[in-house]
């Protein structure tokens, strides 16, 4: 790895810009490399994704970083459609030019489970593409139970997440000298901010109250497909 | 679910030898295409789970897919391997299929100390076979695969699954052999 002048903040939620524990948890990383004297860019990949040229400006914002972050939420166990869509287009367009600069790839994912174990899969995804794509690895980072901070900046979150800020402050000074973030960053933001069994109580209960809102509680359990 | 991407004649191959062999053993074959069906992307919005319970709210080929899963017996995800995981095709696809499953938490391998998932919206959900295509053999891109496919058998309630790795060095209709094969090893799901 080098020491990066220029890093670029991907965000792979499909939510609305300022919406996203994935852009919560990525902009405090940007805001700590930039303490550190990193230039950082911020794209959303839903963004990037809608037309060709806004593709190409990606494209060409990953050709001019040397330290590209992806903060994302988890889908079925893997990155999200656009997400994939967009890591495919950047590993053909670095392999269509061998002598791209050299650059490192660092993840961040976050899923609604309890446990920061179910991103393991994707993170091994993500590890692959940056070897595919020419990349050094910076290292893989797992939150769970992101319900919990549900998009909200760190800075407002209060101290439950105080894990998550220790651990993106050791990952923030690791990379600015060019190096990985580090294990004790890594099993840091794994820890849950609360049990598991009070998470599980108090996201059920908060899908009962959307659906409350939605008019929709007594159909919860509908099988509009009819089977089964 | 074929996730093959534009211009993969090899897995378009693959997929058509599949439905042969499938329809000489007398299943009945419902093929996607999924590059040429007019397929939205998720939004991550969850109104499948508190707004239109069981249904994606955007009308297109996704909810056509998502029934299409849940009435087989068996769901094939065949995709070329990205990074070990899938196609965007595929992966377009798979993200629509979360109405399938209840919001609701449960544990999976045990009620104390077993691994969160969502809980089953139907009685009944298909088992589901991965069928992955890669130049040549590659072993880490090959065990993200297979994880893969066990992982989303747990989160969509399959009841059994397994899978398998074409390489294009090998003839399409390999995927015969290995429809054959698989029949033997495909593995219980967690519940």
Redesign the interface.
């Known amino acids: 790895m080098t020491t990066p002048q220029n890093a670029l903040l991907l965000i792979g939620?499909?939510?609305p810009a300022g919406q996203s524990t994935s852009e919560a948890l990525g902009t405090y990383l940007a805001q700590r490399l930039q303490a550190r004297g990193v230039t950082t860019t911020t794209m959303h990949v839903a963004r990037a994704m809608r037309t060709e040229a806004r593709t190409a400006e990606l494209l060409d914002a990953v050709d001019h970083s040397d330290l590209v972050i992806l903060a994302f939420?988890l889908?079925?166990?893997?990155?999200?459609?656009?997400v994939?869509?967009a890591?495919?287009r950047i590993?053909a367009h670095r392999q269509a030019q061998p002598s791209s600069a050299p650059a490192s790839f660092l993840a961040i994912a976050n899923c609604g489970?309890?446990?920061a174990?179910?991103n393991a899969?994707?993170l091994?995804?993500?590890r692959?593409?940056a070897d595919?794509a020419g990349f050094a690895w910076a290292g893989g980072l797992a939150l769970g139970e992101g319900g919990a901070v549900s998009g909200r900046p760190l800075a407002q979150a209060g101290g439950m997440v105080r894990n998550v800020v220790a651990a993106l402050d050791l990952a923030a000074a690791a990379l600015a000298e060019g190096k990985p973030a580090p294990q004790e960053a890594v099993a840091l933001l794994a820890q849950p901010f609360i049990p598991?069994r009070a998470y599980?109580l108090m996201?059920?209960l908060g899908?009962l109250m959307?659906?409350r809102h939605?008019r929709?509680l007594t159909?919860?359990?509908?099988?509009?497909?009819g089977?089964? | 679910m074929n996730g093959a991407?534009a211009g993969d004649s090899f897995v378009a191959g693959v997929a058509s030898s599949l439905q042969d062999a499938l329809r000489a053993e007398g299943w009945t074959v419902m093929p996607w295409t999924l590059r040429d069906e007019k397929l939205a992307?998720?939004?991550?919005c969850?109104?499948c789970?508190?707004?239109?319970?069981?249904?994606c709210r955007i009308e297109d080929a996704g909810r056509d897919v998502?029934?299409s899963v849940?009435?087989s017996d068996l769901a094939i995800f065949l995709t070329p391997i990205?990074?070990?995981?899938?196609?965007?095709e595929l992966?377009?696809a798979?993200?629509r299929?979360?109405c399938l499953i209840?919001?609701?938490?449960t544990r999976i391998g045990g009620r104390i100390d077993g691994?969160?998932?969502h809980h089953a919206?139907?009685?009944?959900y298909p088992a589901m076979l991965g069928i992955g295509v890669l130049p040549e053999p590659h072993a880490?891109?090959e065990e993200?695969f297979r994880?893969?496919i066990g992982?989303?058998a747990i989160?969509?309630h399959a009841p059994a699954h397994s899978s398998a790795v074409i390489y294009r060095s090998q003839e399409p209709a390999v995927a015969t052999a290995i429809l054959r094969n698989l029949r033997h090893k495909a593995e219980r799901t967690p519940a």
């Open positions: 939620s499909a939510k939420p889908y079925v166990d893997s990155l999200p459609y656009l994939t869509e890591l495919e590993a489970f309890p446990e174990a179910h899969t994707v091994a995804i993500c692959q593409f595919e598991a599980m996201g059920d899908w959307q659906a939605n929709a159909r919860l359990a509908a099988r509009p497909f089977h089964g | 991407l992307y998720c939004l991550g969850f109104e789970w508190t707004k239109t319970p069981g249904l998502a029934r849940i009435e990205t990074f070990g995981g899938y196609s965007s992966k377009k798979v993200d299929i979360i209840s919001p609701f938490f691994e969160v998932h919206r139907y009685a009944r880490a891109q993200i994880t893969l992982r989303n989160n969509l």
